[in-house]
């Protein structure tokens, strides 16, 4: 029997690897949600072990997907909720670190969301339920899309925000109007939807609620799930060193502690890896378009040496041939030009769409790749239309 493991605690997932080799088990292993719907939808396991909080795409939203194609794999999600939280005393003792600028807090509670009472209990869409603190939107330098963030007039009462996927995936929209969904067994109302988190994309898809309203309905008692620091870049490593022990000084080697800049670091490195090579393949296609217009553009010349001759005997200049065959080779460009431009922006807008991205088409980049062919195609142009400029009439008429 194979069994796919998708965890992204590396420590959680190495004791589970170790555990079910020893039971005789075929083991996978990956640490992302996305990468583990895949893994899992080319039908090569027996069981699946999935986390719930993931990145990329979290454990319901695998689940939920699988089931959509027909993949019926038995799945046990994991997930550790006593065992997860750490000491309520965490957040003020991160807090006394000289390094750190802003401590904020998130809770996972066990309780579910979804758009509407009469849905089925399991149709939350992947999104789940977290008691937040007020600083948590400064901390992190989120912005909202929409609404209000929660501050201390709304804590008590049953008001939720949304991240940017889980509105988009129970159907909110505060620009329609008040709009409400069900948490727990009550209904709350969305007062703000956020804007992608890039510092902590987790929370994409997530309900935060006030942590005095989650005390008050869902017995929460202030032991957070995750701490998030905010503090001088300088000193990052320092923090990084000492904030395992500082959260839990009982059970240091319990806490997991990440940067998120590592993973930002880490994709602006791919971007700029993924922008060289494209732009090293358009200078390649550009430097083939080129010498495929400087081909044409001799052949011409050669074939047409009578007409050359003919105009040179009729009074023009070697400037009028010259800047003849010269349009020609930029009329050639141009026009190719404007073809790779439609195309590529037909594609992106295609793909923008397909994957749901707002579409965005910069004007100075399409511009720069005409702008680009035809300098390319009058470079290329410029031998050709000189030598036809250096025939003479007698020359240019013989029969070659």
Request: glycine content about 12%; hydrophobic content about 45%.
């Amino acid at each position: 029997m194979r069994v796919l493991v998708v965890e992204d605690d590396a420590r959680l997932a190495d004791v589970l690897f170790a555990g079910l080799v020893a039971e005789g088990f075929g083991v996978d292993v990956v640490h992302d949600g996305l990468e583990g719907y895949w893994q899992a939808c080319e039908g090569a396991h027996d069981v699946i072990v999935l986390d719930i909080m993931l990145p990329s795409l979290n454990g319901y939203d695998v689940a939920r997907r699988l089931r959509a194609e027909q993949v019926w794999t038995p799945v046990l999600m994991l997930t550790a909720k006593d065992g997860a939280h750490l000491p309520t005393q965490a957040p003020g003792r991160l807090s006394l670190l000289d390094q750190v600028r802003a401590v904020a807090t998130t809770a996972q509670l066990d309780v579910t969301v979804r758009r509407s009472d009469r849905l089925p209990a399991t149709d939350t869409r992947g999104t789940a339920v977290l008691a937040a603190d007020d600083g948590l939107l400064s901390t992190l330098g989120g912005e909202l899309a929409a609404g209000h963030w929660l501050n201390h007039g709304t804590n008590g009462y049953p008001t939720v925000v949304l991240g940017t996927t889980a509105a988009r995936l129970q159907g909110v929209d505060l620009n329609r109007g008040e709009q409400v969904v069900w948490l727990g067994d009550q209904w709350f109302a969305v007062v703000g939807v956020l804007k992608a988190m890039p510092l902590a994309p987790e929370l994409d898809n997530t309900a935060m609620i006030g942590d005095q309203i989650a005390r008050q309905e869902f017995g929460y008692e202030g032991s957070p799930t995750t701490v998030y620091l905010r503090t001088d870049p300088r000193h990052v490593n320092s923090v990084y060193e000492v904030a395992a022990g500082t959260a839990d000084p009982r059970s240091p080697e319990e806490v997991e502690v990440t940067r998120p800049s590592d993973a930002l670091e880490a994709r602006a490195a791919a971007d700029t890896s993924f922008t060289a090579l494209l732009l090293g393949l358009g200078g390649v296609a550009l430097l083939v378009g080129g010498v495929g217009i400087g081909n044409v553009m001799v052949i011409s010349v050669l074939e047409r040496r009578g007409e050359i001759g003919v105009r040179r005997a009729l009074g023009a200049s070697r400037r009028h041939i010259r800047a003849q065959f010269l349009v020609e080779a930029l009329a050639q460009a141009g026009a190719g030009g404007l073809v790779g431009v439609a195309l590529g922006a037909a594609i992106t807008v295609g793909y923008d769409i397909s994957a749901d991205w707002p579409v965005v088409l910069p004007a100075q980049g399409l511009a720069g790749g005409v702008l680009a062919a035809l300098t390319v195609g009058g470079l290329a142009g410029l031998y050709p239309a000189s030598r036809a400029a250096r025939l003479q009439p007698a020359e240019a008429v013989r029969p070659v």
